[in-house]
């Protein structure tokens, strides 16, 4: 049996509120096994190769500078159909749009700090995954 995985990172404002184990707790009720986690920073390096498929954009600057100011909880998660069901979990980017009781709509400030970064597909998962994580520390 095929199970499917996601990553997904609590950005630099959800970990400055204290928000990891509410978050993480919201994720196992979910359904989601965490297959791998930790907490780290991001370099101005690693948040540019991370998210260079926006590096043309006028946000780029900002996203880079935001995501380095603090640490993060990277994780990658496990469960049938992982990418959109987590998507669905974490509510839309903008947090004034998401639906009542995603993880955006009770923890995020706002587009720029949406509190928690989810992978788009599955190909990006799995990238996204490797950038974070060797093989040795997924479970």
């Known amino acids: 049996m ?9 950005k630099p404002d959800s970990v400055e509120k204290g928000h990891i184990g509410a978050i993480l707790e919201k994720i196992n009720a979910a359904g989601f096994r965490i297959v791998a986690l ?9 948040a540019q190769a991370f998210y260079a498929v ?20 990277a994780a990658i998660l496990e469960k049938d159909n992982a990418v959109e069901d987590f998507r669905t979990l974490i509510g839309a980017t903008n947090p004034a749009d998401a639906a ?17 970064h989810g ?3 599955d ?5 996204e995954g490797a950038f974070h994580f060797s093989g040795r520390e997924m479970f």
């Not at 930790?38 to 690693?46: C, F, I, L, N, S």
């Not at 926006?54 to 909880?73: A, K, Q, S």
């Not at 190909?123 to 990238?127: D, G, L, R, S």
């Open 54 to 73: 926006h590096n043309e954009r006028p946000f780029f600057g900002e996203l880079v500078e935001y995501m380095t100011r603090g640490p993060i909880v």
């Open 123 to 127: 190909e990006n998962a799995a990238i």
């Open 100 to 116: 009542e009781g995603t993880i955006r709509k009770l923890y995020a400030a706002s587009i720029g700090e949406n509190a928690v």
């Open 119 to 121: 992978s788009d597909s």
């Open 38 to 46: 930790k907490e780290t920073q991001m370099t101005t390096a690693d």
């Open 2 to 10: 095929r199970t499917d995985r996601t990553f997904t990172m609590l």
